[in-house]
């Protein structure tokens, strides 16, 4: 896959998914639909009282940073791939007006979406900004969480992703993020398809992977805890595999989870 096209086609995926959130109809990393096994009940009830509709229909996580993040009270916390909205405005309530919640996306259509969700919202510590992972439109040091909700998978340099994320934290500050993992490689046919990268499994890390190139980064007391665990049947029903022989499916039967990602940026010395 190049990468130049690769990077195409996951921008028209989620720019199509802001335009059907804006139409009224749900969408999750490109395929899934709001019963999806991967994106279903990620949020509790009563906690998206208040947040646009359109909001959660983009909404294209696997997880709920902003919530298994603990976020304080007058922290900057910044969303790495930001879609609609929905966990900037989420941890802008938690961190309060003291605080403050940036949203990083580079798809126009996601950012026109997520600033008119906030507009709605009637939130006002939050800022929306156009770039790309692995060049972050921020100074150095300057939030105190990095959050994210299945995004970095799509990175194609996660690397660099992980290094900038690394920079904009202020020492002792927390990298929190949901994403995909994998427990073990995938079958070359799904790992070389567009659509599974798209659909956030061909590009996921395994722990391992995402643990040492954290470390690398800088990062200490690197963790990754699971939180769902997929069949088989569960991937088939997203839409990023569907397409593929019940032999690949059954060799990633459990084998793909969402976890929650948490590392550290060490104090200065």
Not at 105 to 130: H, I, P, S, Y
Not at 224 to 240: H, Q
Request: proline share 4%; net charge neutral; aromatic share 4%.
């Amino acid at each position: 896959m190049r990468k130049n096209t690769l990077k195409e086609q996951v921008r028209k995926k989620y720019a199509d998914a802001a335009e059907r959130a804006r139409k009224g109809a749900s969408s999750c990393c490109g395929e899934r639909t709001a019963e999806s096994a991967i994106t279903k009940n990620l949020y509790k009830i009563g906690e998206l009282e208040g947040i646009p509709d359109a909001a959660r229909l983009a909404s294209l996580g696997c997880g709920n940073p902003s919530a298994l993040a603990t976020l304080r009270p007058g922290e900057v916390v910044l969303d790495l791939g930001s879609g609609g909205g929905i966990d900037v405005l989420l941890s802008a309530r938690r961190v309060g007006p003291t605080g403050k919640a940036y949203g990083l996306d580079m798809t126009d259509e996601m950012l026109a979406l997520a600033k008119e969700n906030q507009r709605k919202a009637g939130v006002e510590n939050v800022e929306f900004l156009k770039g790309e992972l692995e060049a972050i439109p921020l100074p150095d040091e300057c939030v105190d969480v990095v959050i994210s909700n299945c995004v970095i998978n799509l990175s194609l340099d996660k690397d660099r992703a992980l290094r900038e994320a690394f920079r904009v934290l202020r020492p002792g500050g927390r990298f929190a993020v949901s994403d995909i993992v994998l427990e073990a490689k995938l079958p070359e046919r799904i790992a070389k398809d567009a659509r599974a990268w798209t659909s956030c499994i061909a590009g996921a890390l395994t722990r391992a992977e995402y643990q040492a190139k954290l470390a690398g980064a800088g990062f200490v007391d690197i963790s990754v805890e699971p939180t769902r665990v997929y069949s088989a049947k569960d991937l088939a029903g997203s839409g990023c595999c569907s397409s593929h022989s019940s032999e690949d499916l059954a060799a990633i039967d459990g084998k793909i989870m969402s976890a929650f990602i948490r590392a550290t940026k060490p104090h200065l010395p």
